[in-house]
């Protein structure tokens, strides 16, 4: 028996991990699209894009595991029925919780590594990839150049850069910085590098350039240069500041938010629902693989296939995912509602599991009546 297991078990790594991938392959696609503007707008290297594109990915788990999961497992125990190994099972003695048993302990092995992802890993490259936005964000050229357009930041100055390359490096570079009794000194190079100095700010390192300024006699100051340090974050400066959303923090801060702070105290509904959330949600993808066991092997059996019931329990799952986010979006404005988000997919688990075991006992009695019926004395009783 613990052979069929065991084959049974090796028989669903394939379609739920080929699953995941297709799924996490579409995930990435539809992150790039809306990542895009990194590099189109920004002005950020293709590195930079893909970085922020794949730190998005631990949040999509939620989504993917229990998708992946389910689909993976309908594949997989249909194509086990069309090659009448299912049967073969039945007829070797094997219950219908035994036949089950290896696919569950799977659903429990995604539904921990799951859990492990919401709970930390989750937060970590959440937090990194909001770090990264805001550096982005933040970024002096990213603000105030617009690559072939001359660009004035509120101090005044005027900034103009031909290209952007992909590697950062600025060509054909002008610039006209504001000086007191209209003296304004302009500076002039054929290429530059934005460069992050240990002391903090942003300077702007031209190369083969010149600068001019009239003095206040009114004479023409001239400087040619082969390098020349201009500290450009005086003339550009950001009110923005990082903030790590809920989405951001890590279990304890989401419990035990620091109700002395301003946006924390207002959001501390949000913040409770979005930690049960993350507890509650890996269990749909064991609530979601006990859900694709119960299509295919939870009902009697057809020689036919199992169409009408993979399509029922697909309804069922796509209508209980959509209450799970209902219920969530609710919580975030009542607490004492999150109970509301364990009792969705234990709800669910529930159903299934007794789905099972019904039908188990069902067999169970239905092939020891064949078997009374059959015997002398089962029969002569029955006479």
Same mark, same amino acid.
């Given at each position: 028996?613990?052979?069929?297991?065991?084959?049974?078990?090796?028989?669903?790594?394939?379609?739920?991990?080929?699953?995941? @991938? #297709? /799924?996490?392959?579409? &995930?990435? !696609?539809?992150?790039? $699209?809306?990542? =895009?503007?990194?590099?189109?707008?920004?002005?950020?290297?293709?590195?930079?894009?893909?970085?922020?594109?794949? @730190? #998005? /990915?631990?949040?999509? &788990?939620? !989504?993917?595991?229990? $998708?992946?999961? =389910?689909?993976?497992?309908?594949?997989?125990?249909?194509?086990?029925?069309?090659?009448?190994?299912?049967?073969?099972?039945?007829?070797?003695?094997?219950?219908?919780?035994?036949?089950?048993?290896?696919?569950?302990?799977?659903?429990?092995?995604?539904?921990?590594?799951?859990?492990?992802?919401?709970?930390?890993?989750?937060?970590?490259?959440?937090?990194?990839?909001?770090?990264?936005?805001?550096?982005?964000?933040?970024?002096?050229?990213?603000?105030?150049?617009?690559?072939?357009?001359?660009?004035?930041?509120?101090?005044?100055?005027?900034?103009?850069?031909?290209?952007?390359?992909?590697?950062?490096?600025?060509?054909?570079?002008?610039?006209?910085?504001?000086?007191?009794?209209?003296?304004?000194?302009?500076?002039?190079?054929?290429?530059?590098?934005?460069?992050?100095?240990?002391?903090?700010?942003?300077?702007?390192?031209?190369?083969?350039?010149?600068?001019?300024?009239?003095?206040?006699?009114?004479?023409?100051?001239?400087?040619?240069?082969?390098?020349?340090?201009?500290?450009?974050?005086?003339?550009?400066?950001?009110?923005?500041?990082?903030?790590?959303?809920?989405?951001?923090?890590?279990?304890?801060?989401?419990?035990?938010?620091?109700?002395?702070?301003?946006?924390?105290?207002?959001?501390?509904?949000?913040?409770?629902?979005?930690?049960?959330?993350?507890?509650?949600?890996?269990?749909?993808?064991?609530?979601?693989?006990?859900?694709?066991?119960?299509?295919?092997?939870?009902?009697?059996?057809?020689?036919?296939?199992?169409?009408?019931?993979?399509?029922?329990?697909?309804?069922?799952?796509?209508?209980?995912?959509?209450?799970?986010?209902?219920?969530?979006?609710?919580?975030?404005?009542?607490?004492?509602?999150?109970?509301?988000?364990?009792?969705?997919?234990?709800?669910?688990?529930?159903?299934?599991?007794?789905?099972?075991?019904?039908?188990?006992?069902?067999?169970?009695?239905?092939?020891?009546?064949?078997?009374?019926?059959?015997?002398?004395?089962?029969?002569?009783?029955?006479?």
């Amino acid at each position: 028996m613990r052979t069929i297991e065991s084959y049974i078990s090796k028989q669903m790594r394939a379609p739920i991990v080929g699953a995941i @991938l #297709a /799924l996490t392959a579409i &995930a990435i !696609l539809s992150q790039s $699209l809306t990542q =895009f503007d990194i590099i189109v707008e920004r002005g950020q290297s293709a590195a930079t894009f893909f970085k922020v594109t794949f @730190l #998005a /990915l631990p949040q999509l &788990a939620g !989504l993917i595991f229990p $998708l992946a999961i =389910f689909i993976g497992t309908l594949v997989a125990l249909n194509r086990l029925h069309n090659d009448h190994e299912i049967v073969a099972c039945y007829a070797n003695g094997m219950s219908l919780w035994r036949i089950a048993s290896p696919i569950v302990r799977f659903g429990v092995y995604i539904t921990l590594l799951g859990l492990v992802m919401s709970l930390f890993v989750q937060p970590a490259a959440s937090r990194i990839m909001r770090a990264e936005l805001f550096k982005i964000k933040t970024d002096i050229i990213a603000a105030a150049v617009r690559e072939g357009d001359f660009s004035t930041t509120l101090s005044g100055m005027t900034i103009y850069v031909q290209r952007i390359d992909q590697n950062g490096l600025l060509r054909q570079i002008f610039i006209r910085t504001p000086g007191p009794n209209g003296m304004d000194r302009t500076y002039s190079a054929r290429e530059g590098r934005v460069v992050n100095p240990e002391s903090g700010g942003q300077v702007l390192i031209l190369r083969n350039g010149s600068t001019q300024q009239v003095s206040p006699q009114g004479v023409l100051n001239h400087l040619t240069f082969n390098e020349y340090s201009f500290d450009i974050s005086q003339y550009v400066v950001s009110d923005g500041y990082l903030h790590f959303k809920d989405s951001d923090r890590f279990p304890h801060e989401l419990f035990f938010p620091n109700r002395a702070m301003a946006w924390e105290n207002h959001s501390w509904k949000k913040l409770l629902a979005e930690g049960h959330a993350r507890i509650s949600g890996p269990l749909y993808n064991l609530g979601f693989c006990l859900l694709a066991v119960v299509g295919v092997l939870g009902g009697a059996f057809s020689r036919h296939g199992y169409t009408r019931r993979i399509t029922t329990v697909s309804f069922i799952a796509a209508g209980i995912r959509i209450l799970g986010f209902a219920v969530e979006a609710a919580c975030a404005g009542a607490a004492e509602a999150n109970i509301l988000q364990y009792a969705v997919p234990l709800g669910l688990i529930y159903f299934c599991v007794h789905t099972i075991v019904r039908n188990d006992k069902s067999a169970v009695r239905g092939k020891t009546k064949r078997l009374q019926s059959l015997s002398p004395v089962g029969g002569r009783a029955a006479a």
